[in-house]
């Protein structure tokens, strides 16, 4: 039997889990931006978002460093895969390189 506080811990691990998957940040936002954890990972997961957002930019304007912004990318989904890693595990810890500078996001 699964009890309401059951329920909510996990739905708390899938908003965490979506922050971290790109443009689906959106719906962690909205639905639980309140629960500190959430928002925890939110503030890191935009970090990696607007990370992919500059790549895609600066790759269609110059297209012939291709190879360093791939390397780039590789990068941040090792990054959001540590991140989700974190939310299975419950924890709170700042994803290496990026996690400072989540906390200058207000949200």
Do not use: C
Not at 55 to 77: E, K, P
């Amino acid at each position: 039997m699964e009890t309401p506080q059951n329920s909510a811990h996990r739905d708390n691990k899938l908003m965490g889990i979506l922050a971290y998957l790109g443009p689906l940040i959106i719906v962690s936002y909205l639905v639980a931006k309140d629960d500190p954890f959430v928002k925890f990972h939110i503030k890191q997961g935009f970090v990696l978002f607007v990370i992919e957002v500059a790549v895609w930019f600066i790759g269609n304007m110059f297209w012939q460093i291709w190879m360093i912004l791939s390397v780039v990318n590789i990068a941040v989904i090792v990054l959001s895969i540590i991140g989700i890693l974190n939310v299975v595990h419950g924890e709170e810890k700042e994803l290496p390189i990026v996690g400072k500078y989540s906390s200058h996001f207000p949200i």
